[in-house]
């Protein structure tokens, strides 16, 4: 397989149809500290914010967890988190994520920085139904690359600084046009181009005022919608408007006729018992990512639809593997698992 072959064959995975899974790989590449910075940033905040001995105690044996190299995912499956200690653990995230993810957004609005997925988006088929989206983050670089992009954002909340989930008016709020067509005595709906994203664990801008889930921009001095990590999160999916975001995720998986996945690693089982089942059925699957964890080699090579482009280090030399239909090509000295340069040397002239 030349390099030229291998192109082509990527270049068939954004074609109609396709859904994109994010993850957090792609926010660690804009400027955002992945899992092993919130880790550490955790280990050294969390104490002080716990007030009773059995909440130490809870926290103490999380963090031996975290220091013997358990994920954080992981270690809250072993040991759950009191409700103290997920609290703490959901402050704490937002405290040191907040401001990293400013520092990105500003350098987009004030500097020009271009966000990796705003290019990708150049590149991709607008479906009349819009791009549905899924993605277990909750910063808002999504939705920050799509408008740049001039695509709207389809969030299942409606308005601006004081946004209302319902789903129905979201929707609504894109349609351009009603046209007739009177050959099928009937009605075309046009809507705007834009992407339908769903975010089951949650979002920076979401909060619950009284009873309501609402999506507001700024920050409060009010609790946030987040789902934190663990077996809690379980039971948290099945509220408003985490519910309907996973539903909606699931359906748009089960519907998708492709797959491009970035920077994700297959540990969350919220997103996979849809994602896993289709992979499986062989629906074509691009997974462009710097690392590919346990899980994710065992569940993709299940599958003979997917094409994998991911780093290598091997004999001291350093570059990225493409994997398509049992084939291999390895491209030294290159980065095409990074989106940036996966945009400028596959998909661009």
Not at 276 to 298: C, F, G, M, Q
Request: net charge negative; with cysteine; glycine share 8%.
């Amino acid at each position: 397989m030349t390099f030229d072959d291998a192109k082509f064959q990527l270049q068939q995975f954004l074609s109609d149809g396709l859904l994109l899974v994010i993850g957090s790989g792609l926010s660690i590449a804009e400027g955002i500290p992945g899992m092993g910075g919130l880790t550490t940033e955790l280990l050294a905040k969390i104490p002080s914010r716990l007030e009773s001995s059995d909440d130490l105690g809870n926290w103490h044996n999380i963090e031996a967890l975290l220091a013997a190299g358990t994920g954080l995912e992981q270690a809250l499956h072993k040991q759950p988190a009191t409700e103290s200690v997920e609290q703490a653990i959901a402050s704490t995230t937002i405290r040191f994520l907040l401001p990293q993810e400013a520092e990105v957004m500003k350098r987009v609005i004030c500097q020009g920085k271009v966000l990796r997925l705003t290019r990708l988006f150049g590149h991709l088929l607008k479906s009349p139904r819009g791009i549905p989206v899924v993605t277990p983050n909750y910063d808002r670089l999504i939705e920050l690359a799509a408008e740049v992009a001039e695509l709207g954002v389809d969030t299942m909340f409606v308005g601006s600084t004081f946004a209302r989930f319902d789903e129905q008016r979201s929707r609504e709020s894109f349609l351009l046009d009603i046209q007739s067509m009177k050959a099928h005595k009937g009605i075309r709906r046009v809507y705007r181009d834009r992407i339908l994203l769903y975010k089951p664990h949650g979002s920076f801008d979401w909060y619950r005022v009284g009873d309501n889930p609402c999506r507001i921009p700024f920050d409060l001095e009010h609790p946030r919608l987040l789902i934190t990590p663990g077996v809690h999160k379980f039971r948290h999916g099945y509220d408003t408007p985490f519910d309907r975001h996973r539903e909606r995720a699931n359906a748009a998986i089960d519907q998708a006729a492709r797959f491009m996945i970035i920077g994700y690693g297959f540990n969350d089982d919220h997103l996979e018992t849809h994602l896993a089942a289709r992979i499986r059925a062989h629906v074509p699957t691009l997974v462009v990512t710097h690392s590919l964890t346990s899980a994710a080699k065992e569940l993709l090579s299940a599958s003979t639809s997917v094409a994998l482009v991911h780093h290598y280090s091997e004999s001291g030399t350093t570059g990225t593997r493409i994997e398509i239909n049992g084939e291999e090509l390895l491209v030294p000295n290159s980065s095409l698992w990074d989106l940036d340069h996966f945009i400028r040397e596959v998909l661009e002239p």
